[in-house]
């Protein structure tokens, strides 16, 4: 067994699917409407879905906005260079709210951005 996917609603499809791309470096890998029942998926990732977990963003196309509630955390992504990325992703638009630096208590170096929903991303440098 693994995981394949992590499923996030999403407010506005081309935003999103632009921040995941263009920010956060991944590839737009399939996308389908369903017109019957209004929605559209994309899934977006760093390799095929054959291989790892990607992120599914749903669209509903009457909805444009979600409650966050207080049950989601975040998606982490492992990172060789979190200093580098994190300037890359303020240069192009991002938020990135916890800037790198030593997690509490420890040395694991983390940041954290929000995408343009406001869902959290931990970012973990993992060197080699």
């Known amino acids: 067994m693994r995981i394949l996917h992590t499923m996030l609603r999403v407010g506005d499809l081309d935003r999103s699917v ?3 791309t263009k920010v956060m470096g991944m590839t737009l890998l399939r996308q389908a ?3 019957q029942y209004r929605y559209t998926l994309a899934f977006v990732g ?8 990607v992120l599914e963003l749903t669209y509903n196309w ?3 906005e979600y ?6 955390g975040h998606i982490a992504i492992g990172v060789e260079d979190i200093y580098g990325l994190c300037e890359q992703i303020e240069q192009n638009g991002g938020d990135v709210y916890r800037k790198p630096g030593p997690v509490l208590g420890g040395k694991t ?9 406001g869902y ?3 970012l973990i440098e993992r060197k080699g």
């Not at 409650?67 to 989601?72: L, R, T």
């Not at 170096?109 to 929903?117: E, Q, S, Y």
Request: glycine share 6%; hydrophobic share 30%; net charge negative.
């Open 62 to 64: 009457d909805t444009s």
């Open 120 to 122: 959290a991303i931990e």
């Open 18 to 20: 632009e921040f995941y």
């Open 46 to 53: 760093y390799g095929p879905e054959s291989e790892q977990a």
């Open 67 to 72: 409650d966050m509630g207080n049950a989601y």
């Open 109 to 117: 170096v983390i940041a954290f951005v929000r995408d343009p929903d």
């Open 33 to 35: 409407d369903n017109e």
